[in-house]
């Protein structure tokens, strides 16, 4: 019998503990799946929760934002789903797949109208039957132990398993929407197994949003297989209620030739972070990593990311842009390790920030782990206030400065919002950007 | 109340005496840091006047302009600044701006990132909002913006860069005058608008300036070369000095300045 060193738990870590073992016992799932689930439920009970000793979490005490663990959302009922149709963000020209309080949608996602080369299936029911896709879930683990991965892949029940097929090209955006609608504390696991083959093109939306007042906990995890000449955009939209804790894991692997890019903008949650892990695993790919966070009141969000160079000839390059006004916290980690095979990697990471709030703060921790000698890498952090001379130009021309601070720092999101390729989609960014900036003005 | 000691022209029942004056300033002192820049100046514009105001390199001419538009680096420490009777000094710059001042900066700014034309119309429907009046539609903004650019050799693509972005010297001057022309203030005060200007470019400049003239508006403008005054031809020439006027004259002011400089007014220069 082993002894618990860490006798001191927060009820949130027992009750997550407990809760994962009694899904277990209810759910039990056979073969790979079901190791899994119980390796990750018993490294959960074993390590629960960071605290900011531990170096990924150092600037995010997730033990202490996690001190209530709310109970398991249940069965979606029908009024819950209308109410998500009607909240959720529309994007035109998209086609969505709804999650309400984190479970399937059934009513209002329509997977038979996916466009063509596109599948889908709920997990739930990839579970139960089986898909050989699932095999690739849970196979692209971080190397270190991952709390909230670990809870989501021990939860593991409710999702969506997406396969694109080789050489599609898919012109429609795939929005997954997950809105939040219950008005109690509840917490939702979900879980995106995305399979994308070979010279396939496709772009994915994910939405997370809900209302402001309700200490709800979502974790949504992500796993992203990118073959060989694939070409995948992913945009995610955070806008969680302000009492809200947000856990995100995306997890991707590139194989050869392969272009990925991300952007996330996150305005919601109380606490929110998005962990990171990219993986070169073919050479001559490329990566473009950015996003706009948006901080107000006391809110905290964190962005941390791994991007592994493990073959050459890769190129990744990170731009975070993060506005913080009034107490808010915002947090930018980036580590880029550089193997001894990846010759001629080209990383490049910048973080720059704002500082509207005089009890802004605003922590960047870049590290660069190379043991390739024939490299170029290099990482660089910002920090300020709006120029004085920009404002007054502004003011000058009668533009009233709460509207002058909306447009500069319009100007300064911009710059990373731009990387966004689809223009409407890149608009209904802006818009969310200027419509956020304005209300908590 | 003593009625000798009226200060503001009591209203339509009163006497007309002061309806002329729009920009009144007297015994102006500001400093920025500890450095006094402006020591006492006094200025009076009437509706429909131009005057130059001519001087040596330091004199404060910019920082003049500066605090009357409001930019906050510098302190104002005794002395008033009215615009039609109005407190300047008390106003946010961007209230000054509503109120119909405009200055064409000495050297305008790169915005990156705010596209011109989104930063022409904010400042247009804002000035026009703080005045009650109603937005300027889409294609009446479009067309006045076409047609003032047209008249100034600004292109469409400039247009859609971000504010001053990319413009060379002379395109950022001319890019100041479209704004004046869009905003139509009452009171312009063109800081140095002809340096850096080629010999076209002062002429359309100069056009654009004096199509603005009229008995409703007043110009402020600053300059060290009487070629600009042979195409915006003012009323009143003043000379600053060591953040004060010293001199005042009529338009052949400026001629004898460019002949002889600024020695008589003990500068070393
Ligand atoms: N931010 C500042 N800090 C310190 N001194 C300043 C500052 N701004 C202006 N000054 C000083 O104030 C004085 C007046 O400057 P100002 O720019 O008003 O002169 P000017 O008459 O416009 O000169 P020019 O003809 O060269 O444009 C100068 O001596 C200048 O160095
Ligand atoms: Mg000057």
Same mark, same amino acid.
């Given at each position: 019998?082993?002894?618990?060193?860490?006798?001191?738990?927060?009820?949130?870590?027992?009750?997550?503990?407990?809760? $994962?073992? !009694?899904?277990?016992?209810?759910? %039990?799932?056979?073969? +790979? @799946? =079901?190791? &899994?689930?119980?390796?990750?439920?018993? /490294?959960?009970?074993?390590?629960?929760?960071?605290?900011?000793?531990?170096?990924?979490?150092?600037?995010?005490?997730?033990?202490?934002?996690?001190?209530?663990?709310?109970?398991?959302?249940?069965?979606?009922?029908?009024?819950?789903?209308?109410?998500?149709?009607?909240?959720?963000?529309?994007?035109?020209?998209?086609?969505?797949?709804?999650?309400?309080?984190?479970?399937?949608?059934?009513?209002?996602?329509?997977?038979?109208?996916?466009?063509?080369?596109?599948?889908?299936?709920?997990? $739930?029911? !990839?579970?139960?039957?089986?898909? %050989?896709?699932?095999? +690739? @879930? =849970?196979? &692209?683990?971080?190397?270190?132990?991952? /709390?909230?991965?670990?809870?989501?892949?021990?939860?593991?029940?409710?999702?969506?398993?997406?396969?694109?097929?080789?050489?599609?090209?898919?012109?429609?955006?795939?929005?997954?929407?997950?809105?939040?609608?219950?008005?109690?504390?509840?917490?939702?696991?979900?879980?995106?197994?995305?399979?994308?083959?070979?010279?396939?093109?496709?772009?994915?939306?994910?939405?997370?949003?809900?209302?402001?007042?309700?200490?709800?906990?979502?974790?949504?995890?992500?796993?992203?297989?990118?073959?060989?000449? !694939?070409?995948?955009?992913?945009?995610?939209?955070?806008?969680?209620?302000?009492?809200?804790?947000?856990?995100?894991?995306?997890?991707?692997?590139?194989?050869?030739?392969?272009?990925?890019?991300?952007?996330?903008?996150?305005?919601?949650?109380?606490?929110?972070?998005?962990?990171?892990?990219?993986?070169?695993?073919?050479?001559?790919?490329?990566?473009?990593?950015?996003?706009?966070?948006?901080?107000?009141?006391?809110?905290?969000?964190?962005?941390?990311?791994?991007?592994?160079?493990?073959?050459?000839?890769?190129?990744?390059?990170?731009?975070?842009?993060?506005?913080?006004?009034?107490?808010?916290?915002?947090?930018?980690?980036?580590?880029?390790?550089?193997?001894?095979?990846?010759?001629?990697?080209?990383?490049?990471?910048?973080?720059?920030?704002?500082?509207?709030?005089?009890?802004?703060?605003?922590?960047?921790?870049?590290?660069?782990?190379?043991?390739?000698?024939?490299?170029?890498?290099?990482?660089?952090?910002?920090?300020?206030?709006?120029?004085?001379?920009?404002?007054?130009?502004?003011?000058?021309?009668?533009?009233?400065?709460?509207?002058?601070?909306?447009?500069?720092?319009?100007?300064?999101?911009?710059?990373?919002?731009?990387?966004?390729?689809?223009?409407?989609?890149?608009?209904?960014?802006?818009?969310?950007?200027?419509?956020?900036?304005?209300?908590?003005? | 109340?003593?009625?000798?000691?009226?200060?503001?022209?009591?209203?339509?029942?009163?006497?007309?005496?002061?309806?002329?004056?729009?920009?009144?300033?007297?015994?102006?002192?500001?400093?920025?840091?500890?450095?006094?820049?402006?020591?006492?100046?006094?200025?009076?514009?009437?509706?429909?006047?131009?005057?130059?105001?001519?001087?040596?390199?330091?004199?404060?001419?910019?920082?003049?302009?500066?605090?009357?538009?409001?930019?906050?680096?510098?302190?104002?420490?005794?002395?008033?600044?009215?615009?039609?009777?109005?407190?300047?000094?008390?106003?946010?710059?961007?209230?000054?701006?509503?109120?119909?001042?405009?200055?064409?900066?000495?050297?305008?700014?790169?915005?990156?990132?705010?596209?011109?034309?989104?930063?022409?119309?904010?400042?247009?429907?804002?000035?026009?909002?703080?005045?009650?009046?109603?937005?300027?539609?889409?294609?009446?903004?479009?067309?006045?913006?076409?047609?003032?650019?047209?008249?100034?050799?600004?292109?469409?693509?400039?247009?859609?860069?971000?504010?001053?972005?990319?413009?060379?010297?002379?395109?950022?001057?001319?890019?100041?005058?479209?704004?004046?022309?869009?905003?139509?203030?009452?009171?312009?005060?063109?800081?140095?608008?002809?340096?850096?200007?080629?010999?076209?470019?002062?002429?359309?400049?100069?056009?654009?300036?004096?199509?603005?003239?009229?008995?409703?508006?007043?110009?402020?403008?600053?300059?060290?070369?009487?070629?600009?005054?042979?195409?915006?031809?003012?009323?009143?020439?003043?000379?600053?000095?060591?953040?004060?006027?010293?001199?005042?004259?009529?338009?052949?002011?400026?001629?004898?300045?460019?002949?002889?400089?600024?020695?008589?007014?003990?500068?070393?220069?």
């Amino acid at each position: 019998m082993t002894t618990d060193i860490r006798t001191l738990r927060t009820s949130g870590e027992e009750a997550f503990a407990q809760a $994962a073992e !009694a899904r277990l016992a209810a759910e %039990p799932t056979q073969g +790979r @799946i =079901g190791e &899994l689930r119980r390796a990750a439920a018993s /490294a959960f009970a074993e390590h629960g929760l960071p605290t900011r000793r531990v170096e990924e979490w150092k600037y995010t005490d997730l033990r202490a934002a996690v001190r209530e663990a709310p109970p398991l959302a249940g069965e979606v009922t029908a009024s819950a789903e209308a109410e998500a149709g009607l909240r959720a963000i529309a994007f035109p020209g998209t086609e969505r797949v709804l999650f309400v309080n984190g479970a399937y949608g059934r009513g209002a996602s329509h997977l038979g109208r996916l466009p063509a080369g596109v599948s889908a299936v709920p997990l $739930a029911a !990839a579970l139960a039957s089986g898909s %050989p896709l699932l095999d +690739r @879930i =849970g196979g &692209l683990a971080p190397q270190r132990y991952d /709390a909230a991965l670990a809870l989501n892949t021990a939860m593991l029940r409710e999702g969506l398993v997406i396969h694109v097929s080789a050489g599609a090209r898919v012109e429609t955006p795939i929005h997954i929407a997950h809105v939040f609608t219950a008005d109690a504390p509840l917490s939702t696991f979900t879980r995106m197994l995305v399979v994308v083959e070979e010279g396939a093109q496709v772009a994915f939306i994910e939405s997370h949003q809900g209302p402001d007042g309700i200490a709800y906990q979502a974790n949504a995890a992500t796993e992203f297989y990118v073959g060989d000449g !694939a070409h995948v955009d992913l945009i995610r939209v955070q806008e969680e209620g302000d009492r809200a804790l947000h856990l995100a894991t995306l997890v991707v692997d590139m194989g050869r030739d392969v272009a990925f890019h991300a952007f996330q903008l996150a305005t919601g949650a109380a606490t929110a972070r998005l962990s990171l892990y990219g993986r070169f695993s073919g050479s001559g790919s490329h990566a473009g990593i950015r996003g706009v966070n948006l901080l107000a009141a006391r809110q905290h969000g964190d962005v941390t990311m791994v991007l592994d160079h493990a073959v050459p000839h890769c190129e990744s390059r990170e731009l975070f842009k993060t506005v913080l006004k009034d107490e808010s916290h915002g947090v930018f980690q980036g580590k880029i390790i550089v193997r001894p095979d990846a010759q001629k990697t080209d990383g490049r990471m910048m973080s720059q920030s704002l500082l509207l709030g005089e009890f802004a703060q605003m922590d960047n921790k870049p590290e660069l782990e190379i043991f390739a000698d024939d490299v170029q890498c290099g990482h660089g952090a910002t920090a300020g206030a709006l120029d004085d001379d920009l404002l007054f130009y502004l003011l000058s021309r009668g533009i009233p400065r709460p509207d002058a601070e909306v447009l500069l720092v319009q100007a300064f999101v911009g710059e990373a919002v731009e990387y966004v390729e689809q223009e409407d989609l890149r608009e209904a960014l802006m818009a969310r950007i200027v419509e956020r900036l304005g209300k908590a003005g | 109340m003593d009625p000798s000691r009226v200060d503001f022209p009591p209203g339509p029942a009163g006497a007309p005496m002061d309806t002329m004056t729009m920009l009144d300033i007297r015994n102006l002192h500001a400093r920025i840091d500890d450095r006094e820049i402006l020591k006492g100046l006094d200025l009076t514009l009437n509706a429909g006047e131009v005057h130059a105001i001519m001087g040596p390199n330091g004199s404060g001419k910019s920082t003049l302009s500066y605090v009357l538009a409001g930019k906050d680096d510098y302190e104002v420490t005794e002395g008033t600044a009215t615009l039609d009777g109005e407190d300047l000094l008390e106003m946010e710059p961007d209230a000054r701006a509503a109120a119909g001042l405009f200055l064409a900066f000495q050297y305008p700014i790169e915005i990156p990132g705010v596209a011109n034309m989104t930063f022409l119309r904010t400042a247009l429907n804002a000035q026009r909002k703080a005045r009650g009046e109603a937005e300027i539609s889409t294609p009446d903004f479009l067309r006045l913006v076409k047609e003032k650019a047209s008249d100034l050799g600004i292109s469409q693509e400039m247009l859609r860069r971000g504010v001053n972005v990319g413009f060379s010297g002379g395109e950022k001057k001319r890019n100041e005058i479209l704004q004046m022309s869009i905003l139509e203030p009452k009171l312009c005060i063109l800081d140095e608008t002809d340096s850096g200007l080629d010999i076209d470019a002062l002429k359309i400049v100069a056009q654009g300036v004096n199509a603005l003239r009229s008995p409703k508006r007043a110009m402020l403008v600053i300059t060290h070369y009487q070629r600009l005054l042979d195409h915006i031809v003012p009323d009143v020439v003043h000379v600053m000095h060591q953040g004060r006027i010293v001199r005042s004259g009529g338009k052949e002011l400026a001629l004898e300045l460019e002949a002889s400089g600024y020695a008589a007014y003990g500068d070393a220069a």
